[in-house]
Protein backbone atom coordinates (compact mmCIF):
# COMPACT_ATOMS: atom_id res chain seq x y z
CA UNK A 1 0.00 0.00 0.00
CA UNK A 2 3.03 2.61 0.94
CA UNK A 3 5.08 1.41 -2.31
CA UNK A 4 2.00 1.98 -4.52
CA UNK A 5 0.96 5.13 -2.65
CA UNK A 6 4.90 6.82 -3.14
CA UNK A 7 4.75 5.23 -6.43
CA UNK A 8 1.72 7.31 -7.21
CA UNK A 9 3.00 10.24 -5.96
CA UNK A 10 6.37 10.15 -7.48
CA UNK A 11 4.05 9.46 -11.02
CA UNK A 12 2.74 12.92 -10.67
CA UNK A 13 4.19 15.61 -13.36
CA UNK A 14 4.18 18.23 -10.68
CA UNK A 15 6.24 16.66 -8.60
CA UNK A 16 8.52 15.19 -11.26
CA UNK A 17 9.23 18.66 -12.26
CA UNK A 18 10.40 19.62 -8.81
CA UNK A 19 12.60 16.83 -8.00
CA UNK A 20 14.49 18.04 -10.90
CA UNK A 21 14.45 21.45 -10.15
CA UNK A 22 14.79 21.06 -6.16
CA UNK A 23 17.78 19.18 -7.03
CA UNK A 24 19.89 21.54 -9.20
CA UNK A 25 18.86 24.03 -6.55
CA UNK A 26 20.50 21.33 -3.66
CA UNK A 27 23.38 21.23 -5.58
CA UNK A 28 23.27 25.06 -6.26
CA UNK A 29 23.11 25.07 -3.03
CA UNK A 30 25.77 22.44 -2.27
CA UNK A 31 28.17 24.42 -4.64
CA UNK A 32 27.72 28.23 -3.17
CA UNK A 33 28.20 27.04 0.87
CA UNK A 34 32.16 26.54 -1.00
CA UNK A 35 31.52 29.58 -1.98
CA UNK A 36 29.98 31.32 0.65
CA UNK A 37 32.77 30.17 3.08
CA UNK A 38 35.29 31.61 0.72
CA UNK A 39 33.49 34.79 0.19
CA UNK A 40 33.11 35.12 4.22
CA UNK A 41 36.80 34.19 4.99
CA UNK A 42 38.33 36.87 1.80
CA UNK A 43 35.45 39.28 1.90
CA UNK A 44 34.85 42.44 4.47
CA UNK A 45 31.75 43.59 5.26
CA UNK A 46 32.62 46.83 2.72
CA UNK A 47 33.00 44.45 0.03
CA UNK A 48 30.00 42.43 0.81
CA UNK A 49 28.27 45.76 0.40
CA UNK A 50 29.25 46.45 -2.56
CA UNK A 51 28.62 43.34 -3.84
CA UNK A 52 24.62 44.16 -2.64
CA UNK A 53 24.17 47.48 -4.74
CA UNK A 54 26.03 45.49 -7.88
CA UNK A 55 23.76 42.83 -8.07
CA UNK A 56 20.66 44.95 -7.05
CA UNK A 57 20.88 46.66 -10.25
CA UNK A 58 21.16 43.54 -11.97
CA UNK A 59 17.97 41.90 -10.55
CA UNK A 60 15.97 44.74 -11.55
CA UNK A 61 16.97 44.48 -14.64
CA UNK A 62 16.15 40.71 -14.85
CA UNK A 63 12.58 41.39 -14.14
CA UNK A 64 11.89 42.31 -17.45
CA UNK A 65 14.09 40.23 -19.32
CA UNK A 66 12.67 37.48 -17.57
CA UNK A 67 9.72 37.86 -15.79
CA UNK A 68 8.04 40.47 -17.74
CA UNK A 69 5.15 38.31 -18.83
CA UNK A 70 6.22 36.97 -22.63
CA UNK A 71 7.38 33.96 -21.38
CA UNK A 72 4.42 33.46 -19.39
CA UNK A 73 2.25 33.67 -22.53
CA UNK A 74 4.33 31.21 -24.24
CA UNK A 75 3.17 28.70 -21.64
CA UNK A 76 0.06 29.98 -21.37
CA UNK A 77 -1.10 30.69 -25.31
CA UNK A 78 -3.47 28.83 -27.26
CA UNK A 79 -1.79 26.01 -29.52
CA UNK A 80 -2.89 27.64 -32.62
CA UNK A 81 -1.49 31.50 -31.43
CA UNK A 82 1.95 29.91 -30.56
CA UNK A 83 3.77 29.93 -33.58
CA UNK A 84 3.14 33.68 -33.96
CA UNK A 85 3.41 34.06 -30.84
CA UNK A 86 6.53 32.84 -30.37
CA UNK A 87 7.88 34.93 -33.78
CA UNK A 88 6.82 38.06 -31.79
CA UNK A 89 8.32 37.73 -28.53
CA UNK A 90 11.70 36.70 -30.47
CA UNK A 91 11.51 40.31 -31.54
CA UNK A 92 10.61 42.13 -28.16
CA UNK A 93 12.92 40.16 -26.15
CA UNK A 94 16.04 41.69 -28.59
CA UNK A 95 14.28 45.06 -28.15
CA UNK A 96 13.86 44.92 -24.44
CA UNK A 97 17.30 43.14 -23.60
CA UNK A 98 18.95 45.78 -25.83
CA UNK A 99 17.56 48.35 -24.05
CA UNK A 100 18.12 47.07 -20.93
CA UNK A 101 21.79 46.56 -21.56
CA UNK A 102 21.63 50.88 -22.12
CA UNK A 103 19.81 51.46 -19.15
CA UNK A 104 21.96 49.53 -17.16
CA UNK A 105 25.04 51.60 -18.25
CA UNK A 106 23.59 54.61 -17.90
CA UNK A 107 22.14 53.73 -14.27
CA UNK A 108 25.55 52.94 -12.96
CA UNK A 109 26.58 56.63 -12.82
CA UNK A 110 23.67 58.02 -10.50
CA UNK A 111 24.26 55.36 -7.86
CA UNK A 112 27.77 55.42 -7.93
CA UNK A 113 27.20 59.10 -6.79
CA UNK A 114 23.51 57.89 -4.26
CA UNK A 115 26.03 55.14 -2.90
CA UNK A 116 29.32 57.85 -2.96
CA UNK A 117 31.58 55.22 -4.54
CA UNK A 118 32.81 55.45 -7.76
CA UNK A 119 34.42 51.88 -8.10
CA UNK A 120 31.04 50.40 -8.80
CA UNK A 121 29.91 51.92 -12.05
CA UNK A 122 32.20 49.65 -14.40
CA UNK A 123 30.85 46.35 -12.86
CA UNK A 124 27.41 46.96 -13.25
CA UNK A 125 28.20 48.28 -17.03
CA UNK A 126 30.05 44.79 -17.10
CA UNK A 127 27.44 42.64 -15.82
CA UNK A 128 25.03 44.54 -18.09
CA UNK A 129 26.78 42.23 -20.64
CA UNK A 130 24.33 39.25 -19.84
CA UNK A 131 21.13 40.40 -20.86
CA UNK A 132 22.68 40.34 -25.36
CA UNK A 133 22.94 36.87 -24.53
CA UNK A 134 19.22 36.53 -23.42
CA UNK A 135 17.27 36.68 -26.87
CA UNK A 136 19.20 33.91 -28.27
CA UNK A 137 16.89 31.25 -25.97
CA UNK A 138 14.67 32.71 -23.80
CA UNK A 139 11.67 31.27 -26.29
CA UNK A 140 12.86 27.85 -26.42
CA UNK A 141 13.19 27.97 -22.59
CA UNK A 142 9.57 28.64 -22.75
CA UNK A 143 8.65 26.14 -24.73
CA UNK A 144 10.78 23.63 -23.01
CA UNK A 145 9.07 25.16 -19.57
CA UNK A 146 5.27 24.48 -21.71
CA UNK A 147 6.19 21.24 -22.85
CA UNK A 148 6.89 20.30 -19.10
CA UNK A 149 10.56 19.06 -19.63
CA UNK A 150 11.40 21.48 -16.49
CA UNK A 151 14.63 18.90 -16.19
CA UNK A 152 16.23 20.81 -19.03
CA UNK A 153 16.29 23.97 -16.97
CA UNK A 154 17.67 22.04 -13.65
CA UNK A 155 20.61 20.66 -16.10
CA UNK A 156 21.62 24.39 -17.30
CA UNK A 157 21.24 25.41 -13.24
CA UNK A 158 23.42 22.33 -12.14
CA UNK A 159 26.16 23.12 -14.93
CA UNK A 160 26.13 26.53 -14.73
CA UNK A 161 25.98 27.08 -10.79
CA UNK A 162 29.17 24.79 -11.06
CA UNK A 163 31.10 26.63 -13.08
CA UNK A 164 29.80 30.32 -11.51
CA UNK A 165 31.22 28.71 -7.88
CA UNK A 166 33.77 27.51 -9.56
CA UNK A 167 35.36 30.64 -11.18
CA UNK A 168 33.84 32.73 -8.24
CA UNK A 169 36.07 30.40 -5.41
CA UNK A 170 39.33 31.24 -7.82
CA UNK A 171 38.98 34.75 -8.73
CA UNK A 172 38.23 35.61 -5.01
CA UNK A 173 41.46 33.83 -3.75
CA UNK A 174 43.56 35.58 -5.84
CA UNK A 175 42.07 38.91 -4.26
CA UNK A 176 40.04 40.56 -7.42
CA UNK A 177 37.36 41.28 -4.90
CA UNK A 178 33.67 42.23 -5.89
CA UNK A 179 34.67 41.46 -9.75
CA UNK A 180 35.26 37.59 -8.48
CA UNK A 181 31.41 37.87 -7.89
CA UNK A 182 30.56 39.52 -11.60
CA UNK A 183 32.47 37.89 -14.20
CA UNK A 184 30.98 34.54 -13.59
CA UNK A 185 28.20 35.32 -13.99
CA UNK A 186 28.52 36.97 -17.39
CA UNK A 187 30.90 34.38 -18.73
CA UNK A 188 28.19 31.00 -17.47
CA UNK A 189 25.18 32.41 -19.74
CA UNK A 190 26.53 30.63 -22.68
CA UNK A 191 26.02 27.50 -21.19
CA UNK A 192 22.15 28.37 -21.44
CA UNK A 193 22.20 29.15 -24.71
CA UNK A 194 24.06 25.98 -25.83
CA UNK A 195 21.89 23.31 -23.71
CA UNK A 196 18.20 25.02 -24.83
CA UNK A 197 19.49 25.59 -28.47
CA UNK A 198 19.86 21.75 -28.20
CA UNK A 199 16.96 20.75 -26.69
CA UNK A 200 14.66 22.57 -28.64
CA UNK A 201 13.69 22.48 -32.50
CA UNK A 202 12.44 26.13 -32.71
CA UNK A 203 14.18 28.61 -34.58
CA UNK A 204 14.07 32.90 -34.73
CA UNK A 205 12.25 33.93 -37.67
CA UNK A 206 14.25 35.28 -40.54
CA UNK A 207 12.08 38.66 -41.10
CA UNK A 208 10.80 41.25 -38.33
CA UNK A 209 7.22 40.41 -37.49
CA UNK A 210 4.82 41.63 -34.01
CA UNK A 211 1.97 40.29 -35.26
CA UNK A 212 1.09 39.77 -31.62
CA UNK A 213 2.84 42.14 -29.54
CA UNK A 214 0.06 43.51 -28.34
CA UNK A 215 -1.53 40.01 -26.65
CA UNK A 216 1.91 39.59 -25.43
CA UNK A 217 2.10 42.88 -23.68
CA UNK A 218 -1.99 43.04 -22.41
CA UNK A 219 -0.78 39.84 -20.58
CA UNK A 220 2.65 40.71 -19.36
CA UNK A 221 1.65 44.24 -18.28
CA UNK A 222 0.39 42.92 -15.50
CA UNK A 223 2.89 40.68 -14.30
CA UNK A 224 5.53 42.88 -14.84
CA UNK A 225 4.09 44.89 -12.50
CA UNK A 226 4.02 42.50 -9.79
CA UNK A 227 7.68 41.15 -10.51
CA UNK A 228 8.87 44.73 -10.44
CA UNK A 229 7.65 45.34 -7.18
CA UNK A 230 8.14 42.22 -5.88
CA UNK A 231 12.18 43.12 -7.04
CA UNK A 232 11.21 46.28 -5.59
CA UNK A 233 10.57 44.79 -2.44
CA UNK A 234 13.36 42.04 -1.77
CA UNK A 235 15.86 45.05 -2.72
CA UNK A 236 14.72 47.98 -1.28
CA UNK A 237 16.21 46.98 2.54
CA UNK A 238 19.23 47.19 0.93
CA UNK A 239 18.79 50.33 -0.64
CA UNK A 240 17.19 51.78 2.35
CA UNK A 241 20.42 50.23 5.00
CA UNK A 242 22.98 51.09 1.68
CA UNK A 243 21.77 54.90 2.19
CA UNK A 244 21.34 55.14 6.08
CA UNK A 245 23.64 52.55 7.53
CA UNK A 246 26.32 52.44 5.40
CA UNK A 247 28.04 49.77 3.50
CA UNK A 248 29.29 47.79 6.32
CA UNK A 249 25.63 47.54 7.81
CA UNK A 250 24.73 47.46 4.41
CA UNK A 251 27.35 44.21 3.85
CA UNK A 252 26.06 42.51 7.39
CA UNK A 253 22.50 42.51 6.61
CA UNK A 254 23.05 41.03 3.04
CA UNK A 255 25.62 38.01 4.34
CA UNK A 256 22.76 37.45 6.40
CA UNK A 257 19.59 37.58 4.49
CA UNK A 258 22.05 35.66 1.26
CA UNK A 259 22.94 32.96 4.12
CA UNK A 260 19.55 32.64 5.79
CA UNK A 261 17.17 33.20 3.08
CA UNK A 262 19.02 31.50 0.11
CA UNK A 263 18.50 28.01 0.42
CA UNK A 264 14.44 28.13 1.03
CA UNK A 265 13.88 30.84 -0.93
CA UNK A 266 15.39 28.79 -3.59
CA UNK A 267 13.50 25.42 -3.00
CA UNK A 268 10.14 27.73 -3.07
CA UNK A 269 11.09 29.02 -6.73
CA UNK A 270 11.72 25.99 -7.85
CA UNK A 271 8.50 24.70 -6.57
CA UNK A 272 6.86 28.29 -7.93
CA UNK A 273 8.14 27.56 -11.39
CA UNK A 274 7.41 23.84 -11.82
CA UNK A 275 3.37 25.28 -10.08
CA UNK A 276 2.35 27.47 -13.00
CA UNK A 277 2.78 24.90 -16.13
CA UNK A 278 1.01 22.49 -13.75
CA UNK A 279 -2.12 24.74 -13.18
CA UNK A 280 -1.97 26.22 -16.63
CA UNK A 281 -3.03 22.65 -17.79
CA UNK A 282 -6.16 22.45 -16.02
CA UNK A 283 -7.08 26.22 -15.51
CA UNK A 284 -10.64 25.63 -17.52
CA UNK A 285 -11.48 22.39 -15.15
CA UNK A 286 -12.18 23.77 -11.16
CA UNK A 287 -12.36 20.92 -9.61
CA UNK A 288 -9.14 19.54 -11.35
CA UNK A 289 -7.72 22.77 -10.33
CA UNK A 290 -8.56 23.00 -6.68
CA UNK A 291 -6.97 19.31 -6.37
CA UNK A 292 -3.70 20.39 -8.11
CA UNK A 293 -3.61 23.65 -6.26
CA UNK A 294 -3.95 21.95 -2.74
CA UNK A 295 -1.83 19.01 -3.13
CA UNK A 296 1.04 20.94 -5.24
CA UNK A 297 0.96 23.61 -1.94
CA UNK A 298 1.16 20.66 0.70
CA UNK A 299 4.12 19.36 -1.07
CA UNK A 300 6.06 22.52 -1.33
CA UNK A 301 5.21 23.40 2.68
CA UNK A 302 5.95 19.93 3.42
CA UNK A 303 9.47 20.63 2.16
CA UNK A 304 10.24 24.24 3.03
CA UNK A 305 8.60 24.50 6.42
CA UNK A 306 10.89 22.19 8.42
CA UNK A 307 13.88 23.25 6.26
CA UNK A 308 13.23 26.96 7.57
CA UNK A 309 12.70 26.08 11.02
CA UNK A 310 16.09 23.40 11.15
CA UNK A 311 18.27 26.35 9.54
CA UNK A 312 17.09 29.01 11.47
CA UNK A 313 17.48 26.76 15.40
CA UNK A 314 21.07 25.68 13.73
CA UNK A 315 22.22 29.19 12.46
CA UNK A 316 23.68 30.11 16.01
CA UNK A 317 26.07 27.00 16.24
CA UNK A 318 27.13 26.74 12.14
CA UNK A 319 27.43 30.60 11.33
CA UNK A 320 31.01 31.12 13.53
CA UNK A 321 32.19 27.16 12.53
CA UNK A 322 31.56 27.88 9.23
CA UNK A 323 32.22 31.29 7.89
CA UNK A 324 34.05 32.63 11.01
CA UNK A 325 33.74 34.85 13.93
CA UNK A 326 33.43 38.17 12.40
CA UNK A 327 30.08 37.00 11.17
CA UNK A 328 28.22 36.60 14.88
CA UNK A 329 26.81 39.74 14.57
CA UNK A 330 24.81 38.99 11.46
CA UNK A 331 23.30 35.65 13.43
CA UNK A 332 19.67 37.35 14.80
CA UNK A 333 19.49 39.55 11.90
CA UNK A 334 19.73 35.77 9.58
CA UNK A 335 17.55 33.93 12.19
CA UNK A 336 14.90 36.76 11.63
CA UNK A 337 15.10 36.75 7.93
CA UNK A 338 15.02 33.01 8.27
CA UNK A 339 11.79 33.06 9.69
CA UNK A 340 10.38 35.13 7.66
CA UNK A 341 10.43 32.71 4.46
CA UNK A 342 7.63 31.09 6.08
CA UNK A 343 4.71 32.21 4.43
CA UNK A 344 6.30 31.77 0.61
CA UNK A 345 4.70 28.70 0.03
CA UNK A 346 1.75 30.48 0.78
CA UNK A 347 1.96 33.34 -0.94
CA UNK A 348 4.17 32.03 -4.19
CA UNK A 349 1.90 29.56 -4.70
CA UNK A 350 -1.29 31.74 -4.09
CA UNK A 351 -0.21 34.53 -6.52
CA UNK A 352 0.60 31.83 -9.27
CA UNK A 353 -2.55 30.53 -8.51
CA UNK A 354 -4.19 33.64 -9.35
CA UNK A 355 -1.83 33.93 -12.99
CA UNK A 356 -2.89 30.90 -13.87
CA UNK A 357 -6.87 31.55 -13.78
CA UNK A 358 -6.29 35.67 -15.71
CA UNK A 359 -6.87 37.43 -12.31
CA UNK A 360 -2.90 38.95 -12.71
CA UNK A 361 -4.61 42.32 -11.60
CA UNK A 362 -5.64 41.21 -8.08
CA UNK A 363 -1.82 40.38 -7.75
CA UNK A 364 -0.61 43.87 -9.27
CA UNK A 365 -3.16 45.85 -7.02
CA UNK A 366 -2.31 43.84 -3.54
CA UNK A 367 1.21 44.35 -4.59
CA UNK A 368 1.67 48.09 -4.58
CA UNK A 369 -0.55 48.34 -1.86
CA UNK A 370 1.84 45.94 0.09
CA UNK A 371 5.06 47.35 -0.95
CA UNK A 372 4.12 50.78 0.50
CA UNK A 373 3.36 49.20 3.56
CA UNK A 374 6.50 47.51 3.29
CA UNK A 375 8.71 50.78 2.40
CA UNK A 376 6.78 52.58 5.07
CA UNK A 377 7.87 49.73 7.45
CA UNK A 378 11.55 49.81 6.62
CA UNK A 379 12.08 53.10 6.56
CA UNK A 380 10.57 53.64 9.78
CA UNK A 381 12.80 50.41 11.55
CA UNK A 382 16.19 51.53 9.88
CA UNK A 383 16.43 54.74 12.28
CA UNK A 384 16.95 51.92 15.09
CA UNK A 385 19.54 49.48 13.10
CA UNK A 386 19.34 46.63 10.79
CA UNK A 387 17.82 43.74 13.60
CA UNK A 388 14.55 45.67 13.27
CA UNK A 389 15.10 46.41 9.93
CA UNK A 390 15.11 42.56 9.59
CA UNK A 391 12.27 41.91 12.36
CA UNK A 392 10.07 44.32 9.82
CA UNK A 393 10.86 42.44 7.17
CA UNK A 394 9.54 38.57 9.06
CA UNK A 395 6.19 40.54 10.48
CA UNK A 396 5.22 41.70 7.23
CA UNK A 397 5.99 38.56 5.43
CA UNK A 398 4.20 36.61 8.14
CA UNK A 399 1.06 38.85 8.58
CA UNK A 400 0.03 40.95 5.69
CA UNK A 401 1.43 38.14 2.90
CA UNK A 402 -0.62 35.21 4.89
CA UNK A 403 -3.64 37.17 5.06
CA UNK A 404 -3.60 37.98 1.64
CA UNK A 405 -2.97 34.61 0.59
CA UNK A 406 -5.77 33.00 2.82
CA UNK A 407 -8.15 35.49 1.26
CA UNK A 408 -7.37 35.21 -2.59
CA UNK A 409 -7.45 30.93 -2.05
CA UNK A 410 -10.92 31.37 -0.90
CA UNK A 411 -12.17 33.79 -3.28
CA UNK A 412 -10.78 31.61 -6.30
CA UNK A 413 -12.15 28.23 -4.56
CA UNK A 414 -15.86 29.61 -2.79
CA UNK A 415 -18.23 29.04 -5.68
CA UNK A 416 -17.17 27.47 -9.24
CA UNK A 417 -20.06 29.67 -10.54
CA UNK A 418 -17.94 32.34 -9.20
CA UNK A 419 -15.34 32.32 -10.88
CA UNK A 420 -14.39 32.60 -14.59
CA UNK A 421 -11.62 30.51 -15.50
CA UNK A 422 -9.11 30.69 -18.20
CA UNK A 423 -9.17 27.83 -20.70
CA UNK A 424 -6.55 28.88 -22.76
CA UNK A 425 -4.69 25.52 -23.85
CA UNK A 426 -7.60 23.59 -24.62
Known sequence: MLINKLKQKLSNQF???????????????????????????????????LVAIIMTANEFAKVFALRSGIGPKIIQANPKDLPAICDTSYWLNWVLC???????????????????????ILPICFSALFYLMLPM???????????????????????????????TIALAVVGLGMWAVVVPIVL??????????????????KSFKLDKWREIIDFGKDILGVELLARLRSNIDYLIIGRFLGLDALGIYYFAFNAGL?????????????????????????????ERYFSSLKSTATIVVPLILLQSSLAPFYVPIVFGQKWVSAVPILILICLSALSLPLYNTASQLLNAVGKTQINLYYSLIYTELFAVALLIAVKFGILWVAASVLICQLVVNSIFSVWAIRNIFRKS??????????
Open 15 to 49: IRNVGWLGGAELANRIFRLGTTFTLARTFSPHDYG
Open 98 to 120: GSLFVIQCIVAFPMAWFYKDQQI
Open 137 to 167: FLVQSALIERENRLKIAALCNVIQSLLVNIL
Open 188 to 205: TTPVWIVIILKNHSWRPP
Open 262 to 290: GISQNVVNACTAALFPHLCEVSGNFERLK
Open 417 to 426: SNLSLTNIKS
